[in-house]
């Protein structure tokens, strides 16, 4: 193999060295769950005007705290019950605060819990049992006071609600709830559900004093306690929104550091003028506050409680809309929408198409954008006609083999030339001796005379890197390849190859180490073996290098990558074994239609034969030559 060929597989070899001692250095950190205070104060400023932005209206929120060994208020629940969501409706302030959902499970064991995506306030995992759980993730709406009425005239988080109409949320029922102030004010909350994962939440106040009075309706998301996130530094876990076209993601670590904020703990705001949405994104799961398309609104991501102390903070995502002034004998009205579920492709797509601006992109398609985009809506539509990832992950890498043919075939013919003039390379290296200048001035003298360039084979290998960690990042992140199967003991191409080598592969009756154990790196899967072998055929194509500490370099190479890559998703593992089988065929071809017989037997059996003298390709002899 030739010197640039050899820099650039290890220069990528180097470059996953640095993911996997990054994923060992910085695993995810286990948070211990914990409630705070949630109050919700009264707004304060200047006259409103109506439709004017009120800053800072819900400045810390929530109910009040449930302490250790206190019994949380009883109150009431209406049911949800969808396709996809299952839960309930607390009366306790009308939040969302219990749901499921039901077509996802925390493993691939089909009596394994459902995923819990929202928790009411003060849930959390049994301290004796030292497990890790959440403190209280929810969704709640409201209004803030602004003008003719104080903070007990509107309803709050302790407000138990009365239901009006409906007995279960189903995309075909709606539910509307009820709360009467005593004091000439009746607030009313309808809540409808599609059949995915989109709520629709319509409040509205009637006024029947003889006083005007003004309010700001806001939505928020609590979540209490920093989550046990996954903790991979490719990977966005906390506040994202659209504010204007602009996106912004912020870290739940991130979030202490803001400026303290005049109306309670620390804050981020933007004043979003026509769309935007904004809320919490897990890997795979998100909640997100979206206003009315054209609303203008307050966007505020913000953290209540100690800096020091996330653990026992509030993180929290505001989207405070524009002052109402509801006059004697009117209603006033405000909407606003609730997305709460899993992050498929497809659903949140169709949400954009149906007003939610640049929606798609709550899916963290990381810096290269713009090919993870395209590779995941080619691998999307060819998953779509054969029903397969695994199959549809290999018809990728043919496809992708084939858009970068025109510059692998330069690259080959340029390997299958210099191949004829190894004969003339060992002349000079014989020749030149000890001296490395010469033997470089006698090598470009060579590439001249003969055309060459061998530069040629860089830009094929340089493309690949960008597509790899692209389509790396395209099986991280979307819910599409989660307990996606291929085939037989491939059944989550998220996931590492659950073979190992340790028991045979099964065959022998004993369990293998568990993921993150020191001893999964010896673990070998199928997968990991087969990409390995590979690599190593691959090799074999090309003559063996004639310096003996290169040569021995890239003798280890295809089998410290099948260890790096042991631990990795199935499907990535797959598109580099289909990757490298088509790169062979290629190379194979189109070096044997340029004049280049590879001798790969000979190459392979002389890998064998310790201290064996490189086989150099056989050149194809032209009629008429000798």
Not at 394 to 417: D, E, G, H, N, Q
Not at 429 to 447: F, N, T
Request: glycine letters at 10%; one cysteine or more; charged letters at 20%.
């Amino acid at each position: 193999m030739d010197d640039h060929n050899k820099n650039l597989i290890l220069a990528t070899a180097l470059s996953f060295v640095v993911i996997l001692t990054w994923f060992i250095l910085f695993p995810p950190e286990e948070q211990s769950p914990a409630v705070t205070d949630t109050s919700i104060e009264q707004a304060e400023g200047a006259q409103p005007v109506e439709g004017d932005v009120v800053p800072g209206v819900v400045p810390q929120g929530g109910a009040t705290p449930v302490t250790e060994g206190e019994t949380p208020v009883e109150v009431g629940s209406v049911a949800i019950e969808t396709p996809y969501l299952t839960g309930s409706i607390s009366l306790l302030g009308g939040r969302i605060d219990d749901l499921a959902l039901a077509t996802y499970r925390e493993t691939l064991d089909p009596d394994s819990p459902l995923v819990q995506l929202l928790i009411p306030e003060g849930t959390a995992a049994d301290p004796r049992s030292g497990a890790i759980g959440p403190a209280g993730y929810y969704a709640l709406f409201g209004w803030a006071p602004a003008e003719g009425v104080d903070r007990t005239g509107v309803p709050g988080p302790d407000t138990v609600w009365q239901v009006e109409s409906g007995e279960t949320l189903t995309p075909e029922t709606p539910v509307t709830l009820i709360w009467d102030n005593g004091a000439g004010l009746t607030f009313r909350r309808e809540m409808r559900v599609d059949d995915r994962y989109m709520f629709d939440v319509t409040q509205t106040v009637e006024n029947t004093t003889d006083t005007t009075v003004a309010m700001a309706p806001y939505g928020l998301i609590d979540r209490v306690g920093e989550p046990d996130g996954t903790g991979f530094f490719i990977l966005h876990e906390g506040v994202v929104r659209m504010s204007d076209g602009e996106l912004q993601e912020i870290d739940y670590n991130d979030m202490p550091e803001f400026d303290a904020d005049a109306n309670g703990g620390r804050a981020d705001r933007i004043d979003v003028t026509e769309n935007g949405w904004i809320g919490f994104t897990d890997k795979y799961w998100m909640t997100t506050l979206i206003p009315d398309p054209g609303t203008s609104f307050n966007s505020t991501a913000r953290y209540i409680g100690d800096p020091d102390a996330a653990e026992t903070g509030t993180f929290r995502t505001e989207a405070v809309l524009g002052r109402v002034t509801v006059a004697p004998g009117d209603t006033g009205t405000s909407r606003s929408q609730l997305f709460a579920g899993a992050k498929e492709w497809e659903t949140i797509r169709d949400y954009q198409d149906d007003g939610v601006a640049g929606f798609i992109d709550s899916i963290d398609w990381g810096w290269f954008f713009f090919l993870t985009k395209p590779i995941f809506a080619v691998l999307h539509f060819l998953n779509g006609l054969i029903g397969n990832m695994g199959w549809a992950i290999i018809l990728l890498t043919l496809c992708i083999k084939a858009v970068l043919f025109p510059l692998a075939y330069k690259s080959y013919v340029s390997m299958a030339r210099m191949k004829e003039l190894q004969p003339e390379m060992e002349k000079l290296k014989e020749k030149a001796g000890d001296d490395r200048q010469a033997m470089q001035q006698g090598m470009m003298k060579l590439y001249k005379e003969n055309k060459v360039n061998p530069a040629s084979g860089c830009l094929p290998i340089l493309l690949q890197i960008p597509i790899f960690f692209s389509l790396y990042k395209v099986i991280f992140v979307t819910i599409e390849l989660r307990h996606a199967p291929w085939f037989g003991w491939i059944r989550d191409l998220s996931a590492p190859d659950p073979s190992s080598i340790l028991n045979l592969f099964g065959l022998l009756p004993w369990g293998v180490p568990d993921p993150g154990s020191l001893f999964a790196i010896v673990s070998l899967g199928v997968l990991p073996i087969l990409l390995g072998i590979s690599m190593w055929l691959q090799q074999k194509l090309q003559p063996m290098a004639t310096d003996p500490t290169q040569r021995m370099i890239m003798a280890w190479l295809p089998w410290v990558f099948m260890f790096m890559l042991g631990s990795f998703a199935s499907g990535l593992v797959l598109y580099w074994i289909a990757n490298n089988t088509i790169t062979f065929t290629q190379q194979y071809l189109i070096m044997r239609s340029h004049g280049s017989k590879p001798d790969l037997f000979g190459n392979i059996t002389s890998s064998f034969r310790r201290g064996a003298k490189p086989t150099a390709a056989e050149p194809v002899k032209k009629p008429g030559e000798k």
